[in-house]
Structure formats: structure tokens, C-alpha cells
């Protein structure tokens, strides 16, 4: 339990510190500048410190309880964490203000903790009694991890040699689609597998779509960045095609999960999880025009990023935010009092009104920020980076109340 905890309060101080660092970018963001190093520095907040944290530690809260099998060394987790976590933030840093020292001891070290992660995690899986979806899509999405790592290591090497030449947009393209499809979006699918419809109380729904989902984003993926990286345009249109099939199938299971469920009224968590699905349509919708406008067009390069990142993917993983933490966080405070004295319920741990305005704000803040990066508006994108910030504050209100046992 203190593995996924460390885990879940560096994620969200990254949160914060993305949130903050939007702020700062947003005129680049506006100018559709996505290859600024400020803009890559902050963008890994999200995607090492936000995402990747948060993903590591849920995989050591539900590797036990969702596929009978107990973590292989929570010894090398913890060193995982201890390097990784603060690799995270120097790497940023080094990105960002152009520190040759801080990126190359951060890379060092965010090297070393998902070494040491997909080693604990790949022992976990080869000693699993289940072996299903989950066990399948978490097993992927460790692969595309470590597939992202090369291809980030390729492009700061890239940063001091310039070797790439012109092929560093089409590597950087490749990148981020391995490390948002292949390594989060797979995650995601494999383990909302199991974990949706516990959420959602749900039973009884087709669960065929995750595994087809699996199938077509792990082929997707590769077969895209082969046609970016080789100039295939072919492969690249197969490649994309399969991706949006499998977000479809994707999307077509989380419909039927919804749709069978025993409670009706629909939780805040799941609330993120359903908006959360809407942009991950806007970033797909918008995939075909990038790829056949090419790269020229960079603000709609930044709308689909921006799109999919804070909006798909960083709703999702707030709304299993809202369902993991509080429980975790109930389990510590109030298991030895069960019986003995009256304790509140999981729900009652935070405010679900305060909850329902943040997701009300960091919608607001993203279709803002959209408008603001199509019109080319510095103030418009700041506007709504602010509002993201704002909803971000409200998450850490929220998670502060859980963590320190004060329930609403």
C-alpha cells in the first residue's frame, strides 16, 4: 500500500507542476511551437510525472487483487520509485532551461526506474494465476514503455548531434504516438478491463471489444511510426486506420459496461472516465487531417496532442484517481475501527460538488484552450491553461482531505 501511495503523491505534485508550467507555454502553445524545449519540458510533467507515475503505481495496487499476482520485490519497487520519480523532475528541468547535466542525469535515472519497473512487473505477470485482457494489455503496454525510452534517448542524443536531421519531426511524431497509443492508451484499455466494471457495478456486457481493441492499437502503433519513420505513406494510413478502429472498439466496450450497469446514478470518477472518452474522439477525429496536411500545420498538430493528452488520457486517469485514492486512503484511516465506532463511507471521504465543478472547470479550461490554440490567441490559451490549473488545485484540495482523513 505505501508503494502505490508514494506513487500517487509524486503524480500528483507533477499534476501541479504541469498545470503550472501550461501557464508558462501557452504562448507557444498558441503559436502551435510543440518542438520549443520548453513546451517538451513540460510536456513530459505530464506524460512521465502525471501519467507514467500514476500507471505505476496502480500496477502495484492491482497486480495482487486483479491477476493473483503479488509484486516480485517491493524492495526494487520502491528503488524504482526513488530513482524514477526525481529522474522525472530533473529531466523536465533539463529539457526545459537547456541543462545538458540535469536532462543527462535525469534520463540516467528515469532509465533506471522503468528498468527496474518492467523487470518487478514482468516477474509479477510471469507469476500471475490469470492470465486474461489485463494480463495481456499490461504485458503490451510494457513493451511500448520500453520502446518510448529508446525513442527519447534517440532524440536528446538528437539535441547535441542534431543526427536526425530532418527526420527529428517525424521521430518525435512517432514518439509520443508509441508513448501515448502504445503505452498509455493499451494501459488503459487492458486495465479498465477489470476495473470498470467493478466501478460501474457492471456485469452481464460483450467483453470482446477490450481484446480487439488490444489487438488493433498494439498493431496500429508500430505500423504507424514504420510509415512515419520510413516515409511509407501507405503504412502510415494502415497504421492510423487500425488505431482509430481500436479506439473505436475501445470505446464500444466502455459503452456496453455503461450500459449494463446495476447503479444508475453514475459516480464523479466515472463522470471524468465518460467525459474523458468524448476527447479522446476530438484527438482521433483530428488524426487523418494531421496526416494528410503533414507537419506545416502545427497548431493542429498541438490541438490533437493537447487534445488527447489533457483531455482523453488526463481525464481518465483523474477519474480512477477519485476511485483508487479515496479507498486506499479509507483502508489506512478507518479498517481497525470497523465495528468498533462509526466511520464514514468511501464517498464520504471528499466532495462530490466540489469534484463536479473541477470536471466542470478542466472541460471548460480544454475547450478553451482548443479555441485559443485554432485562433492563434496567446490570452485565449492562457485563459484556459489557468482554468486547468484551477481544476488541478481542486483535484489536490480533494486529495488532501482523503489523504489526511478529514471526510466531508
Not at 338 to 360: E, H, N, Y
Not at 374 to 401: D, E, K, P, V, W
Request: contains cysteine; aromatic residues 10%.
Amino acid at each position: 500500500m505505501r508503494l502505490a501511495s508514494e506513487h500517487f503523491a509524486a503524480s500528483l505534485l507533477y499534476l501541479l507542476a504541469g498545470s503550472a508550467g501550461l501557464i508558462w507555454v501557452a504562448p507557444d502553445l498558441a503559436a502551435g511551437l510543440y518542438v520549443m524545449p520548453r513546451v517538451a519540458g513540460i510536456t513530459h510533467l505530464f506524460t512521465l510525472g502525471w501519467l507514467t507515475t500514476t500507471i505505476f503505481g496502480a500496477l502495484y495496487q492491482l497486480l495482487p487483487v486483479a491477476l493473483g499476482a503479488p509484486v516480485a520485490s517491493v524492495r526494487a519497487g520502491h528503488a524504482s520509485f526513488w530513482t524514477f520519480a526525481p529522474g522525472v523532475g530533473l529531466f523536465a528541468a533539463g529539457i526545459a532551461f537547456s541543462s545538458t547535466v540535469l536532462h543527462h542525469t535525469g534520463i540516467a535515472l528515469i532509465s533506471l526506474g522503468i528498468l527496474l519497473l518492467v523487470a518487478n512487473v514482468g516477474a509479477s505477470l510471469a507469476s500471475a494465476s490469470r492470465r486474461d485482457t489485463t494480463w495481456v494489455g499490461i504485458a503490451l503496454a510494457l513493451g511500448f514503455l520500453t520502446s518510448t525510452l529508446v525513442l527519447g534517448v534517440l532524440l536528446l542524443h538528437n539535441l547535441h548531434t542534431g543526427f536526425l536531421g530532418d527526420a527529428r519531426i517525424r521521430v518525435l511524431a512517432t514518439h509520443l504516438h508509441i508513448a501515448l497509443v502504445g503505452w498509455v492508451l493499451v494501459m488503459i484499455v487492458g486495465v479498465s478491463f477489470r476495473l470498470l466494471p467493478m466501478f460501474l457495478l457492471a456485469h452481464g456486457a460483450d467483453t470482446r471489444w477490450a481484446g480487439r481493441a488490444l489487438a488493433l492499437l498494439s498493431i496500429g502503433a508500430p505500423a504507424l511510426a514504420i510509415g512515419l519513420l520510413a516515409i511509407i505513406p501507405v503504412v502510415a494510413w494502415i497504421g492510423l486506420l487500425l488505431m482509430e478502429a481500436g479506439l473505436a472498439c475501445f470505446l464500444r466496450q466502455c459503452w456496453a459496461f455503461y450500459r449494463v450497469r446495476i447503479r444508475r446514478r453514475i459516480d464523479i470518477g466515472m463522470r471524468f472516465a465518460r467525459a474523458s472518452l468524448l476527447f479522446l474522439c476530438a484527438s482521433a477525429l483530428t488524426g487523418p487531417f494531421l496526416l494528410a496536411l503533414g507537419a506545416r500545420h502545427t497548431r493542429l498538430a498541438t490541438i490533437h496532442v493537447v487534445t488527447g493528452l489533457l483531455g482523453g488520457l488526463t481525464l481518465f486517469v483523474i477519474g480512477f484517481f477519485y476511485k483508487i485514492v479515496p479507498l486506499l486512503a479509507w483502508t489506512v484511516h478507518y479498517r481497525d475501527r470497523m465495528g468498533r465506532s462509526p466511520v464514514p463511507t468511501v464517498a464520504d471521504t471528499f466532495s462530490a460538488r466540489v469534484a463536479t465543478i473541477q470536471l466542470r472547470v478542466m472541460v471548460a479550461a480544454l475547450l478553451v484552450l482548443g479555441v485559443g490554440i485554432g485562433a492563434g490567441s496567446s490570452h485565449l490559451t492562457r485563459c484556459g491553461a489557468a482554468l486547468f490549473a484551477i481544476g488541478t488545485l481542486l483535484l489536490a484540495s480533494q486529495i488532501g482531505r482523503v489523504a489526511f482523513g478529514r471526510h466531508a
